[in-house]
């Protein structure tokens, strides 16, 4: 049941210009160009003024050249700090010819704003923003801090959340919305992901004088067979996460000649051989422990020949999350989705790792991915977002924020 107050605030929400937000935001590309240095800034000072004409406490913070955070805050000096995160930067948009519209148009089409980026996720951080605007307009004090952060490099190395967490942002966060497209579901976990690096050194050779050489192509084989046997092994020990699935392993990278060993030639053994392994994690999973048990597999597959060297490289952790379901910021939007829509509130995991992910692991910000947009639209030609999904997760989000935070007086 809505409250007269909850009532109040949600009369603030303008839907045309809620929409309309939208199609400006996704009409910005923010394609990171390293070549050109051209990416988020645009998008990040849309998001910026809105920002400033909404009266919020500002920041635009480089952290990059062409790359900035906007940190913004409707301040209350008492109470928590509720965090609303969406990344300004969208993937490419590949041929633009495979569009049915240009892939930057926000064409409206059957109830859907079409182009790069309104899914993933322009939509949902548009929707926090509105959010604000309808909890400031309507003059009502919250209990706490809303915090909003348009973050850059989500899709790459996430630099931008990194940054945020460094630049003492996170400290003050008490939980956080990941406001990206999961159809306004409760993803209350999501996968954590490991990559790791291995080489292994032999010797070059002729391909016609095998012998004089040491062959990698053969201890590379019998890794992989091992490491597939170590997946069957963690499936079958960690069982089927409800909400995430399986945990896996996948060599998504096998090459040789490895990277710095000269162009591949029909008639040259390569002397190293290389491969990524790109590992995702389900709650219940310790990487360090899985680390240890492909670094013995690797010493296994070179074992017998002093001329082979293996190493492995650890490029980066993030850990799997989970928030309680008895969370107060869960049940506060799963009782919002149930008040807007009339259905119990769905329950999901996220099978890739977002800025939530970063914020959960380094300082164990409790988190709901949560927003607007089908779920396996991200990254496709002509990616949509329902307009519907669009004006039910701004109404979320107030609703979350209201009854996370409090409100403190009738406006
Ligand atoms: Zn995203």
Redesign the pocket.
């Known amino acids: 049941m809505l409250s007269t107050l909850e009532e109040h605030i949600l009369s603030h929400i303008d839907d045309d210009e809620l929409i309309g937000w939208v199609q400006e935001l996704t009409r910005i590309p923010s394609v990171w160009k390293p070549e050109t240095g051209e990416g988020e800034e645009a998008a990040a000072r849309w998001v910026a003024s809105r920002c400033r004409e909404l009266g919020l406490d500002t920041h635009f913070e480089f952290v990059q050249p062409g790359r900035p955070n906007v940190v913004a805050l409707h301040r209350m000096e008492t109470g928590k700090t509720l965090m609303f995160e969406g990344?300004t930067d969208v993937v490419t948009e590949g041929d633009p010819a495979s569009w049915t519209d240009p892939p930057f148009s926000a064409a409206i089409r059957d109830g859907r704003i079409y182009g790069r980026g309104a899914n993933?996720?322009k939509a949902g951080l548009v929707s926090a923003l509105a959010a604000i605007k309808a909890i400031v307009q309507s003059g009502v004090q919250l209990d706490g801090t809303i915090l909003l952060a348009a973050l850059c490099d989500?899709?790459g190395d996430m630099i931008g959340v990194k940054h945020f967490v460094d630049g003492g942002w996170a400290d003050q966060v008490s939980a956080a919305i990941i406001c990206?497209?999961e159809e306004n579901h409760l993803c209350i976990c999501q996968k954590g992901v490991m990559w790791l690096h291995v080489v292994i050194h032999g010797v070059m050779a002729h391909g016609a004088m095998p012998l004089t050489g040491v062959n990698t192509a053969y201890p590379m084989a019998r890794f992989l067979s091992l490491v597939r046997s170590l997946e069957l092994q963690v499936m079958a020990d960690h069982g089927v996460d409800p909400l995430l699935g399986k945990p896996s392993i996948t060599p998504t990278i096998v090459m040789s000649p490895a990277r710095g060993y000269g162009e591949a030639q029909k008639n040259v053994m390569p002397g190293a051989a290389e491969t990524m392994l790109d590992c995702r994690l389900i709650p219940g999973q310790e990487p360090d422990a899985l680390v240890r048990e492909i670094d013995n597999l690797l010493k296994s597959a070179v074992a017998g020949e002093p001329r082979l060297r293996a190493t492995l490289e650890v490029l980066e952790i993030r850990h799997p999350t989970f928030t309680d379901p008895d969370h107060p910021l869960v049940q506060a939007l799963g009782g919002a989705y149930t008040d807007l829509t009339g259905r119990p509130p769905v329950y999901g995991g996220v099978p890739g790792s977002?800025d939530g992910t970063i914020l959960h692991a380094r300082k164990d910000v409790p988190i709901v991915t949560c927003g607007p947009g089908d779920i396996h639209i991200?990254h496709h030609v002509d990616e949509w977002v329902s307009i519907d999904e669009i004006k039910t997760a701004a109404r979320m989000y107030v609703l979350a924020a209201a009854r996370y935070l409090g409100t403190r007086t009738v406006g």
Do not use: I
């Open positions: 990344h993933d996720m989500e899709e990206e497209p977002t991200p």
